[in-house]
């Protein structure tokens, strides 16, 4: 007779990551301050850090997120003063993203 293999949520690949991403957001909040800023407003900023001025949709594939997600992540960093946006020299219709000087502080 055949067995059957039991199914066992401890076991699956997306229920472990799910447990590692909550670990990694907790040690972030402890180490950055509750609320003070979300792993993925950080990850903007330091691709910012690291890149220079980017426009929103370069911004958004660098740190692989989707049109909607980085468009908030945006709203709230330039409500925040964390980021600018700038006028894109070679192309008045688009802007550019910025670190500020508070942004740059993080």
């Known amino acids: 007779m055949a067995r059957t293999a039991v199914y ?7 229920f472990l990551l ?19 800023i979300t792993p993925t407003q950080y990850a903007a900023l330091v691709k910012l850090s690291e890149a220079g001025p980017l426009s929103q949709n370069h911004l958004g594939r660098l740190t692989a997120m989707d049109p909607a997600t980085i468009q908030g992540v945006i709203r709230r960093l330039v409500q925040r003063r964390l980021i600018q946006r700038r006028p894109d020299p070679g192309d008045k219709r688009r802007a ?3 670190l500020s000087r508070a942004g740059a502080a993080l």
């Not at 066992?8 to 997306?14: A, F, K, P, T, W």
């Not at 447990?19 to 402890?30: D, L, S």
């Open 18 to 36: 799910r447990k590692a991403h909550q670990r990694a957001t907790g040690i972030f909040q402890t180490l950055i301050g509750d609320g003070a």
């Open 8 to 14: 066992r949520l401890e076991d699956q690949i997306g």
């Open 96 to 98: 550019r993203l910025a």
